[in-house]
């Protein structure tokens, strides 16, 4: 639930601040802004403000996943070509028609890449939710075990948080696949 929010808000809020200069302006300072400060210390907050719940792991979450699905989604706004743009003006495109026709296609590389760093940290968002002020999970069963210095089971949550995040990555991939079946993975080796 967190990660699907964390990329509606990022989205909408990517889509409302490439619409209005004078809100990128403003807002896009204070976005990175909040990206400095670790969700370790922000996690025991929402536990004050909000109990021991689900809604701050899932407000947790959202922050986590928000800033790379915005930041990706705006640079894929920003980086299509002026003259595309003009161009469609020109034809007597309005606002609607040149995002759905222009912006949103070419933006949805980074978009992509912005879901998938938001999967990997959603999964590492709720641990440390759960880590820090939880009942149960994979944060309090790591817990658990580090004080009873199991390592093993340490070392497998671990990798099952790991195989998490890859899932997901894998999930936003299909996903990708379908959105954009006409690109083609790039490939490395140059050709001669």
Known sequence: ????????????????????????????????????????????????WFGYDMLPKIILIVVSA????????????????????NLLRSMG????????FLKFPS??????????????YSVVGAVISEWLGGFGGLGVYMTRVKKAFAFDKMFAVIFLVSAISLALMALVRLAEKKCMPYRKPTDNKQEE
Do not use: E, H, W
């Open 1 to 48: 639930m967190g990660l699907f929010f964390g990329v509606l808000t990022g989205f909408a809020a990517a889509v409302v601040m490439d619409s209005c200069t004078l809100l990128y302006s403003a807002f896009y300072p204070l976005l990175v802004i909040t990206q400095t400060i670790p969700s370790v210390a922000v996690a025991p907050l929402l536990v004050l």
């Open 107 to 120: 933006a949805l590389p980074q978009l992509f890449s912005g879901i998938k760093i938001a999967a990997a």
């Open 93 to 100: 495109a309005n606002r609607g028609q040149i995002f759905r």
């Open 66 to 85: 928000f800033f790379p699905v915005t930041v990706g989604l705006l640079d894929g706004f920003r980086s299509v070509d002026k003259d595309a743009v």
